[in-house]
């Protein structure tokens, strides 16, 4: 096995699996087929629940789901800590803006980044940036410019012109740098809009610069490069306000940006917007949370036959989780690392697999290219998150949770389960052993290849 001298990963937020596969298929992908193809692979891969910026970042850094790193969201509530009355930063988070920084702070201290793991890495754009000194991590401080004036062309172009000049004067032997015009720009005017697709193209631009780069130095050939994507993007038509709807069940409900209210009894915390948890207090107190037996079967109902929700997760008392949707209602068991299900009426998720006790490598092999890819193994791992919410709420495609206080309005949604958004693409300039991975494989696959030995907690198996 050829053992690499540096490895650099560029993140396309919200690099679509078919955007990526049609420019490939008309050629217009030239400088990634040329220096990434030539002796590397392209296949898809799974990313993890929550489909979104920065808990999605996580399995690449860490090999780890975001349930097991305790990032459940981009935005979270803490209800242990929020009882503990650690609140302004401990019980609530919101990574869209300054908080961002604390993620790394958030983190589960019992996992290792790569950052930490390599002698002189350099960190681009990426938030969660735990073992980067300040002065070899360039912060996203870009992104409040560009979200409210939809420039972000000008934040890939700054990204580039960084990993360029970290090539030249730093010597990286770990360079993660995040390119997030192409999540922006569909935000603002859809994932297949003519400026998101002249992103796509301008990136492939900007590679070949950063491989020229790479070329000029005689670096390339140990030169371990990929690049990926944290989640998908589907057109959003309609915004479903869960926190209007939560207020007319009667809760008092926090949400962001209306955080600094009193008497609370519920928390919504949308990400995506295509996701949310929901926490609720439990009778006097914070402190213990609700499972699906004790919640009011009339909300899990009425979320449940909304036409925009297509799953209502909740934990039972034995661990076990409900999966309700208009359809009826699921439930997965998990023991000995191997995950099961059974349904009332329909099988929510379409795989014909029910009663029959999975190995998370067969879930992912079984349910890859369903509607709703590995969703029993990424349902299972969010709720080992103790910031999970005690509801957990997908939408349907064409549908997000959030309608007031989203400016600029989103036309376009991530978060969910559904396949748009799971499914990545991923580039390696090497051959790998398998055609289905999740991106908590890249972590373990990069140390190998790099011929690190690693024996901490890992959720990744090596794909090399
Ligand atoms: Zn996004």
Redesign the pocket.
């Known amino acids: 096995m050829k053992e690499f001298k540096r490895c650099i990963i560029i993140l396309i937020?919200?690099g679509c699996v078919e955007v990526v596969e049609d420019l490939l298929s008309k050629d217009e992908l030239p400088n990634i087929r040329k220096y990434i193809l030539k002796n590397g692979t392209y296949c898809r891969g799974i990313s993890a629940y929550p489909s979104?910026?920065g808990p999605a970042y996580a399995p690449f850094l860490t090999g780890c789901f975001p349930g097991t790193c305790n990032l459940p969201g981009i935005r979270w509530f803490d209800r242990y800590e929020f009882y503990s009355k650690k609140r302004v930063f401990g019980g609530l988070r919101s990574y869209i803006g300054l908080e961002s920084v604390m993620m790394k702070r958030d983190l589960n201290k019992e996992v290792k980044t790569l950052f930490e793991l390599s002698k002189n890495p350099y960190n681009v754009f990426n938030p969660l940036s735990r073992g980067i000194k300040f002065s070899r991590n360039i912060p996203h401080l870009l992104n409040p410019y560009a979200h409210f004036t939809h420039r972000w062309e000008i934040v890939d172009k700054t990204a580039a012109f960084f990993i360029r000049r970290a090539l030249r004067k730093s010597n990286p032997d770990f360079l993660f740098a995040v390119l997030p015009a192409v999540?922006g720009l569909s935000?603002a005017t859809g994932p297949r809009s003519s400026r998101v697709i002249a992103a796509y193209k301008k990136i492939d631009e900007m590679i070949g610069q950063i491989i020229g780069e790479l070329i000029k130095q005689k670096k390339f050939e140990d030169t371990l490069f990929i690049i990926s994507s944290d989640h998908g993007l589907t057109d959003t038509h309609t915004h479903f306000d869960l926190s209007e709807f939560m207020e007319k069940k009667n809760f008092r409900v926090l949400y962001y940006p209306l955080i600094y209210k009193r008497n609370i009894n519920a928390v919504l915390a949308e990400t995506?917007n295509s996701m949310a948890n929901i926490y609720i207090k439990n009778g006097n107190c914070w402190k213990k949370r609700y499972c699906h037996e004790e919640i009011e079967e009339k909300l899990l109902k009425d979320l449940a036959n909304r036409e925009e929700i297509s799953f209502v997760l909740t934990r039972g008392g034995k661990n076990e989780i409900y999966v309700n949707n208009k359809h009826g209602e699921a439930i997965i068991r998990e023991k000995d690392n191997k995950l099961c299900y059974e349904y009332s009426k329909k099988d929510p998720f379409g795989y014909g697999l029910e009663n029959k006790w999975l190995s998370y490598e067969g879930i992912l092999q079984h349910t890859f290219n369903s509607e709703y890819p590995d969703a029993l193994v990424q349902i299972s791992q969010i709720f080992k998150s103790k910031r999970s919410g005690d509801i957990i709420v997908d939408a349907k495609k064409g549908f997000d949770l959030r309608a007031r206080f989203e400016y600029p309005e989103h036309k376009s949604s991530?978060g969910s389960l559904c396949k748009e958004h799971v499914q990545v693409p991923f580039f390696i300039n090497t051959k790998i052993k398998r055609d289905k991975i999740r991106t908590i494989d890249v972590f373990p696959s990069v140390l190998k290849l790099m011929g690190k030995q690693y024996t901490g907690l890992v959720d990744g198996k090596t794909f090399i």
Request: charged fraction near 25%; aromatic fraction near 0%.
């Open positions: 937020d919200g979104a910026t999540d935000h995506g991530h």
